[in-house]
């Protein structure tokens, strides 16, 4: 697979072209701010002490904190956490926060940790970053393998070598550390509105328009429970064991209850199964990946049928197919904003953190709303108007260009 930072540069150099930006400004866009490695050492149950490379990347923060998830991963490497920095700036700029861009990794399997090191080595991670980090200064969250637990040991871990109380330093928080209930959904909920927006520019009416959602853990099942509600019927969803599908559409409710009983679909009696890689070509209205990157590739985007797709999930579509899709006149919603959501509700944690606020779930999603149909429309109607480029390349240039004037309004 292509390098993950290389692939983010050609973006940011796509979209510098486009913008006209002079030489030394696309170079400076390249780079982090800073990129941190260590050594996180940590002494296993057995006894055995044990040291995991541990990284933390503040790609931009022209215009606020750094803000950016911590992921454990086997795979995790320098070059994909320096590319997931860059996308979260150009993320945040999208949707208007006041945020820069940031991201953190050990490499490691959880799965192969016991709760109590797991507890160590986020405890160690956070140490080790605390200089660096604070609610003014960059600001984590939990990613893929990590959750409201590790920032809850992170805090802890933060707070005590500070020798402060900070709850803002860290999102993703469990409501009795400042976390908040809206922020469970926030993602799919956002991934349901972006859908809502495209289906209204597109004169597509919402109510009765057929949903094929791939991958149902938090992204997909909460994306679904939302456009059902605004009127749609999920025709089809998958796990990574099978998709099923009924065209008249499936229980959300119920199926939502059973997946989170921690049984697999293909286990499931009530629905036809349809393998995964048929129900991604399978005929509706919006298609939308919320499970892997690069589910859609040079081979599967000649056959979707789908008159939209949103990205729930982060990269679901290769650079091949995004050009095989714009040229088949498939609307696709790109990450950055369709799945913006998650990042919102991070910010609405820290803004009440910091005002001592509580906002309840209804004014939480009302907000949360207007965020992204405001971005929407900026990107809707540029993209409208520029007509060459899709709209994953004008979100790209609306994003880069409110970086690179708060860079020259700072004079860097
Ligand atoms: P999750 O682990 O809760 O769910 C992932 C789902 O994908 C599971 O149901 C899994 O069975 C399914 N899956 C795996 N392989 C599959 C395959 N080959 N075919 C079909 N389904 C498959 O993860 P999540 O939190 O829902 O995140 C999903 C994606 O959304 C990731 O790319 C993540 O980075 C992105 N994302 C998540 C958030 C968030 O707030 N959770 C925010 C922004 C982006």
């Known amino acids: 697979m292509a390098n993950p930072f290389t692939q983010a540069k050609k973006q940011i150099m796509n979209a510098s072209k486009k913008l006209k930006l002079n030489s030394e400004t696309t ?4 780079i982090p701010d800073k990129f941190h490695t260590f050594w996180v050492r940590i002494k296993l149950d057995n006894g055995r002490r044990v040291k995991f490379r541990g990284f933390r990347s503040q790609y931009n923060n022209a215009l606020g904190p750094y803000k950016g998830g911590i992921r454990f991963h086997p795979e995790e490497t320098a070059d994909t956490v320096l590319a997931l920095s860059a996308w979260m700036t150009w993320k945040c700029s999208l949707v208007g926060l006041p945020y820069g ?3 953190g990794g050990i490499i490691c ?3 192969e940790l016991s709760n109590s090191e797991l507890e160590r080595l986020s405890k160690q991670y956070a140490k080790k970053i605390a200089k660096h980090i604070g609610e003014n200064v960059d600001i984590p969250a939990p990613d893929v393998y990590t959750n409201s637990q590790t920032m809850s040991w992170m ?3 933060y707070e005590s070598k500070m020798n402060i109380s900070s709850p803002g330093t860290f999102t993703g928080k ?6 908040h209930l809206g922020r469970i959904e926030s993602t799919g909920l956002g991934v349901a509105i972006s859908i809502r927006e495209a289906l209204k520019n597109l004169k597509i009416k919402i109510k009765g328009s057929k949903v094929i959602i791939q991958g149902f853990g938090n992204v997909g099942q909460n994306t679904a429970k939302h456009l059902e509600k605004m009127g749609s019927k999920i025709i089809g969803i998958s796990d990574s064991s099978t998709g099923i599908y009924d065209e008249k559409g499936l229980d959300i409710k119920k199926l939502i209850e059973y997946k989170n009983s921690g049984k697999r679909l293909i286990d499931y009696k009530n629905y036809k199964k349809i393998s995964n890689e048929e129900i991604l070509v399978k005929k509706c209205d919006v298609l939308v990946p919320c499970a892997l990157e690069n589910s859609i590739d040079n081979h599967n985007a000649p056959k979707i049928n789908a008159k939209v797709i949103a990205e729930g999930a ?17 609307i696709v919603i790109p990450d950055i904003l369709a799945n913006s959501g998650g990042v919102i509700g991070s910010y609405f944690e820290w803004l009440m953190n910091r005002t001592g606020e509580n906002w309840d779930v209804k004014t939480y ?3 949360l709303d207007m965020m992204i149909t405001n971005a929407f429309k900026k990107v809707f109607e540029k993209y409208k108007k520029i007509k060459t480029e899709n709209m994953r390349n004008v979100s790209y240039m609306i994003a880069i260009e409110r970086v690179v004037n708060a860079m020259k309004l700072r004079g860097r």
């Open 27 to 30: 170079s400076k866009l390249m």
């Open 101 to 103: 861009g940031g991201k």
């Open 109 to 111: 399997n959880p799965k």
């Open 155 to 157: 805090l802890e871990a």
């Open 174 to 179: 469990p409501i009795e550390l400042g976390g």
């Open 314 to 330: 982060n990269g679901p579509i290769t650079t091949e197919a995004d050009k095989i899709l714009f040229k088949r006149s498939i």
């Open 365 to 367: 999603n009302k907000k």
